[in-house]
C-alpha cells in the first residue's frame, strides 16, 4: 500500500506564489513518475504537471513559464512551485503517484488534495 500526502496549500493574492510538497511512502521499490493534478469547482479534474523518475517534464499549456515541478528521488517526493498566480489558478490540487511495488507491478495512488485559492 502506498500513502500520498500534499502539504503547502493556502490563501495568496494574484501574482503571488505557493509551493506545493508531495510525499509518497509505503510499499515503493521505485517511482516510476509523479505529477500533480487540479480540480476547480464544476469543472473536471486536469492534469498540471508531472515528472517521471528520470527528470522529465510536462506542463498544461496555461501554467508552462509560471509553474515548476521537481523531485527528490530519495525522499519520494515532488514539488510545485507556483508563480505569478492567478484567481484562475483557484482549485483543489492532487497528487498523484506511479510507484512499482516490489513485485514489479504499478501502482497509481492519489493524495487527499491541498487547496489552492487565489484572490484579492
Known amino acids: 500500500q502506498v500513502q500520498v500526502v500534499e502539504s503547502g496549500g493556502g490563501l495568496v493574492q494574484p501574482g503571488g506564489s505557493l509551493r506545493l510538497s508531495c510525499a509518497a511512502s509505503g510499499s515503493i521499490f521505485s517511482i516510476v513518475a509523479m505529477g500533480w493534478y487540479r480540480q476547480a469547482p464544476g469543472k473536471q479534474r486536469e492534469s498540471v504537471a508531472a515528472i517521471t523518475k528520470g527528470g522529465s517534464t510536462n506542463y498544461i499549456d496555461s501554467v508552462k513559464g509560471r509553474f515548476t515541478i521537481s523531485r527528490d528521488n530519495a525522499k519520494n517526493t515532488v514539488y510545485l512551485q507556483m508563480n505569478s498566480l492567478k484567481p484562475v489558478d483557484t482549485a483543489v490540487y492532487y497528487c498523484?503517484?506511479?510507484?512499482?511495488?516490489?513485485?514489479?507491478?504499478?501502482?497509481?495512488?492519489w493524495g487527499q488534495g491541498t487547496q489552492v485559492t487565489v484572490s484579492s
Open positions: 498523484n503517484a506511479q510507484t512499482k511495488d516490489y513485485a514489479g507491478l504499478v501502482i497509481s495512488s
